[in-house]
T-cell receptor
Framework: GAGVSQTPSNKVTEKGKYVELRCDPISGHTALYWYRQSLGQGPEFLIYFQGTGAADDSGLPNDRFFAVRPEGSVSTLKIQRTERGDSAVYLC????????????FGPGTRLTVL | AQKITQTQPGMFVQEKEAVTLDCTYD???????LFWYKQPSSGEMIFLIYQGSYDQQNATEGRYSLNFQKARKSANLVISASQLGDSAMYFC?????????FGTGTRLLVSP
């Protein structure tokens, strides 16, 4: 079966623009996570979905960041008024359930804000 | 708050030798999980091994083993018989409630 997929793989945008990053989790996985990885750092948690609802959004840096998962499968991370500091790799992960140990990661979307 | 510390920015090992990557953690949660992930240059995070805080025995997965010392709050990864394909970034992570908290990683370079 297919793993976690993320689109686009690369996104270059200008400061102030709006971007959407998509994550398609493994089929049947109810838990979905977004992380952000800056250069030379480990991934940092952004938001966690259990089903359609955001169970923990404590990692979102500010109100320019928003994520949805309307049907409990595909998720979209939305960033408004992008800033150069938003440049990073955005990683999505999914797991079978919230109690499962292993999170399966996608290949990430590299966002560059010029 | 949970914290993961990886003090080795880079490690070198010769092919077929064993190598230990250090990881210490801090948490006030009585129940937690510890993970190691490998991130090759392609960027994808690959799960290697998991250790639960209540597990009595150290976890092993093929050439990977986790040296878990609860009293010292350490969870070192041991890779036996290193291969050239093991060259990558390695991240230690902790799971408390649901999210993973990662360290800054160790870059491992395996030489022929």
């Amino acid at each position: 079966g297919a793993g976690v997929s993320q689109t686009p793989s690369n996104k270059v945008t200008e400061k102030g623009k709006y971007v959407e990053l998509r994550c398609d989790p493994i089929s049947g996985h109810t838990a979905l996570y977004w992380y952000r990885q800056s250069l030379g750092q480990g991934p940092e948690f952004l938001i966690y979905f259990q089903g359609t609802g955001a169970a923990d959004d404590s990692g979102l840096p500010n109100d320019r960041f928003f994520a949805v998962r309307p049907e409990g499968s595909v998720s979209t991370l939305k960033i408004q008024r992008t800033e150069r500091g938003d440049s990073a790799v955005y990683l999505c992960a999914s797991s079978l359930g919230s109690g499962d140990h292993e999170q399966f990661f996608g290949p990430g979307t590299r966002l560059t804000v010029l | 708050a949970q914290k993961i510390t990886q003090t080795q920015p880079g490690m070198f090992v010769q092919e077929k030798e064993a190598v230990t990557l250090d990881c210490t953690y801090d948490t006030s949660d009585p129940s937690y999980g510890l993970f190691w992930y490998k991130q090759p240059s392609s960027g994808e995070m690959i799960f290697l091994i998991y250790q639960g805080s209540y597990d009595q025995q150290n976890a092993t997965e093929g050439r990977y083993s986790l040296n878990f010392q609860k009293a010292r709050k350490s969870a070192n990864l041991v890779i036996s018989a290193s291969q050239l394909g093991d060259s990558a970034m390695y991240f230690c992570a902790m799971k408390g409630f649901q999210k993973l908290v990662f360290g800054t990683g160790t870059r491992l370079l395996v030489s022929p």
